[in-house]
């Protein structure tokens, strides 16, 4: 059984697969991507499992999930600062991680681009939020969801209880999807984003913010005045 085919019998998509002009996609990026992600990518569409990981999509809700949007270098960046400086241990040269996803708790996914012309031989490779320590898995992202998601593996940073409610996926909201005849967002479609998409903006702006549980209320304003336009 194909890691793709295991993840769909662990986590059934939604009805509709999600358009992307890969082309264009890999272009943007300058890399190949793996073919496993980009049957991921089609199949479920943005969104999160388990309400609480998300993997990075061409069609994001936000720029901040956005596997086109700033994360991937900033992240990069980042982990550059931090191995120079001495701040905290990185198990791979920075400029070999590619950020594809990140949990409700701060913790990032990356692939391990090595060796570069075959990323369907990547590995995965996820920090710990706000401490040093790093998991590494040697096999493909869709792989790693479905081992981590059946339980075949243990991911120390992972939560206690995540699969608790079985193994669930809510895309995004519609307005964001291709193909969608709306331009603009109201307020429906910001109650409709869940909160690591809120989570991962106010981080990498400087927001100190809980783990988990409930977002403040501030927080989310400023999510909706920087992310929301208003007619």
Not at 9 to 34: F, M, N, Q, T, Y
Not at 117 to 144: K, M, T
Not at 206 to 219: C, V
Request: hydrophobic residues 40%; glycine residues 8%.
């Amino acid at each position: 059984m194909t890691a793709i085919a295991d993840l769909l019998r662990i986590c059934p998509p939604p009805a509709e697969p999600v358009p992307v002009d890969w082309d264009a996609v890999e272009s943007a990026v300058g890399v190949k991507l793996p073919a496993d992600y980009k049957q991921l990518a089609t199949v479920y569409g943005p969104g999160n499992f388990c309400e609480y990981l998300r993997v990075y999509h061409p069609h994001g809700p936000t720029e901040w999930v956005d596997l086109l949007g700033p994360m991937p270098a900033t992240l990069r960046r980042q982990l550059r600062e931090d191995r120079d400086a001495g701040r905290s241990p990185v198990p791979h040269a920075p400029d070999s991680l590619f950020a594809c996803g990140v949990t409700d708790n701060g913790e990032y996914l990356f692939w391990v681009t090595e060796p570069a012309d075959d990323p369907d031989d990547w590995r995965i490779a996820i920090n710990e939020a706000r401490g040093p320590r790093w998991y590494i898995f040697d096999g493909s992202l869709v792989a790693f969801l479905a081992a981590s998601f059946s339980d075949r593996i243990e991911v120390p940073l992972f939560p206690d209880g995540l699969l608790d409610d079985g193994v669930s996926f809510s895309r995004d909201f519609e307005q964001q999807l291709p193909g969608s005849d709306s331009t603009d967002l109201g307020s429906g479609a910001a109650r409709a984003v869940d909160s690591h998409v809120i989570r991962a903006w106010a981080r990498a702006n400087g927001y100190d913010l809980p783990d988990r549980g409930r977002l403040p209320a501030a927080i989310t304003e400023a999510w909706q005045r920087a992310n929301i336009r208003s007619d």
